[in-house]
């Protein structure tokens, strides 16, 4: 018994890339923009409510579906932000994050040998999940167009489709490229779910984070004709009220697709965050200004920084949204974005990860960097000062 006990639909799975550019963060002394979570907390009142919440004996196992409070909250904000109106007792199920309720998803909905049509580069999560399931994974490629901004071809998104994919798999806002997919985007996407009969999963983590300047807003693709029959919609707390640390997500849709996710998760965590449901209910009922304040205070950040990256020499590609900005090393003198991120904490004292390796064509994505900006401004400020390094270098 000497060879490796793991399975081998997971061995092309090793540690992420995180985990090596943290821990290269600590042993530089470097500034870590390289793993996208906030460093300040959340609403007071969120935080107040679970406190209270432990306290006051919210500590056994709330339902499987999670508590009926948050259900009921995450049903009025999705009416409230996206005009989509959802039953909390059928169409609402709270999952541990949203990462939990994308395994849970692909693993209901995949036999093995399925496919699911997703865009690269992709969530490192999607991946392994789809894996795990025994499906394969159909990627269709993100590439930097005229203004640098994210598109795809056509003609490879409908390759893509064919008698055996069960599932779309939609990230939008999009993390890492920073893309918010067009309503002509989704609606060709729409077209295909229905001419092949396919679900989709979507995952709208960042929908509170579209900055004023995107070229359109968010549409959630269940909104489309046609799309709420057949679309499980995926968002969660940690990344709309910065608790990253909490994993309180949820799965919506049509009754059938959501009792076909409990039925998977029951056996996956069961429950989680008894304590944090009740606060997280609190916080989805935030007066509008929260919302528009957070994406204000990050759209700051994102210009701070991108200053510092151009004024740096890098070719930045538009962030629409999420916490991310992508950079193009090329007319920096990179060739190889793993190679670029490895040395920049020696060179400057930043921390940055390689986009490459969430992609399938690898050659798409080697030239290619990704910074998160979700940290005080002090830190973004202090980080552009370091970046400016490069151009003296
Ligand atoms: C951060 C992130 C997640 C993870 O959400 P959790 O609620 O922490 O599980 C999922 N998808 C995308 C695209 C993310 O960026």
Redesign the pocket.
Known sequence: MTSDPLVERMRPFGTTIFTEMSALAVRTGSINLGQ?FPDTDGPAEMLDAAARALREGANQYPPLPGIAALRQAVAAHEQRFWGLSRDPDSEIVVT???????AAAILALCEPGDEVVCFEPY?D?YAASISLAGAVRRPVTLRPGPGGRYGFDEDQLRAAFGPRTRLVLL?SP??PTGKVFTRAELTLIADLCQEYGTYAVT?E??EHLVFTDAAEPHVPLASLPGMRERTLR?S????TFSC?GW???WATGPASLVSAVMRVKQFLTFVNAGPLQPAVAVALGLPDDYFTGFRAALQARRDRLVTGLTEAGFDVQPSEG??FVTADITRSGGTSGIEFCRALPERCGVVAVPTEVFYDDKAAGRHLIRFAFCKREEVIEEAARRLAKLKQS
């Open positions: 996208g541990a994050g949203a990462t939990e309720a994308v969530y999560s990230n999009h993390n995952d983590v960042y995926i969660s707390a940690g990344k990253t994993k309180v997500g999420t916490y």
